[in-house]
């Protein structure tokens, strides 16, 4: 079910509510090394551990895994080729695009809009 939070700004509702794409290299995040849980930012449950997330190079925040059983994912074409588009399982904001292409040990990259994450430092 969708419940927008009435605090996401303009950007955050466009990424996660209408599949836009924050423009590579505008997140603070991307630079984020501390330890800590990136958040989401529509419903503030955990996604990701700083453990997973590494530099990937393409401008967006990137991890090789995410927290277990806490996207959905779907096929979309809005490039005009298949991707793998993946959303909160709580909320259903949309958080970025799942690929092949990452480090060991999953292979994957969970190329993620920085705007829909909340960085939480480890207390
Ligand atoms: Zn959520």
Excluded at 49 to 71: H, N, Q, T
Aim: charged content about 25%.
């Amino acid at each position: 079910m969708t419940k927008k939070n009435p605090n996401l700004t303009a950007e955050q509702k466009l990424v996660m509510f209408e599949d836009g794409t924050e423009p590579p290299g505008t997140s603070d995040l991307n630079s984020e090394k501390r330890e800590g849980t990136y958040h989401c930012a529509n419903c503030e449950i955990k996604l990701f551990s700083s453990k997973a997330k590494y530099e990937s190079g393409s401008g967006w925040p990137s991890f090789y895994k995410s927290l277990p059983d806490v996207f959905e994912t779907k096929t979309d074409h809005l490039l005009g080729y298949a991707r793998t588009e993946y959303h909160c399982k709580n909320c259903n904001a949309h958080h970025g695009h799942i690929f092949e292409d990452g480090p060991e040990p999953t292979g994957k990259r969970y190329c993620n809009n920085g705007v829909c994450l909340v960085f939480k430092e480890e207390a």
